[in-house]
């Protein structure tokens, strides 16, 4: 299990034991399911009043005592790598996804982008899709890395997803991207 995904759960309960963010989840509605994929993805839609769990870190409430509330939340605040979908030629990510045993959900907020979220022994990646309105079973993605200060962060998000579609473990691909970081970010951060 990766000290992100424990931080992630720790945060989980923190929050499901604050009486404010409690009494704040129970009384919006739950997410909106707008369609269950064949394979095992669930979609959702963020909600007007889902914008108040920003103070939480949230892209959108959670509640476990409803239904449609299952598994982790959406962190606004957690690392998240860009992509778009793309057009031609490129694989169809949630089946690949699901042949590796992944979780795969995914909010679509109000502003037309979507949060897949991937779970997947122990390991969490979250990807923000630009126009995530035409984001479908059938749709490959292309990931964009920011040459920025967290480079690294999206490196190793980016691996995750990797070992996570090809069932790599994750200490295996971890001494490579240790390699990488530093290589490429020195000269970056020296400038």
Known sequence: MS?????????WEFLLRNPEYKAKARSCP???????????ASFYEQLP???????????AFKYPERPADSGTPFWSIQPTIKAEIAQH?????????????????GLLLLNGHMILKIEHKGRTVQIRIKDGRSF???????????????????????TNLWNIITKYS???SLPTVKLISPSYCSPLMAN
């Open 3 to 11: 000290p992100l995904y424990k931080l992630e759960t720790y945060a």
């Open 30 to 40: 739950a997410f909106i399911e707008p369609a269950k994929d064949k394979i095992s």
């Open 49 to 59: 009043s889902d914008l108040a769990a920003q103070k939480w870190g949230l892209f």
């Open 89 to 105: 030629g490129h694989p169809a990510l949630i089946p690949m996804l699901s042949k590796a045993g992944a979780d795969i959900s």
């Open 136 to 158: 479908n079973r059938k749709s490959g993605l292309v990931l964009r890395l920011s040459v920025t200060y967290n480079l690294s962060i999206q490196i190793s998000h980016s």
């Open 170 to 172: 994750p200490k295996k």
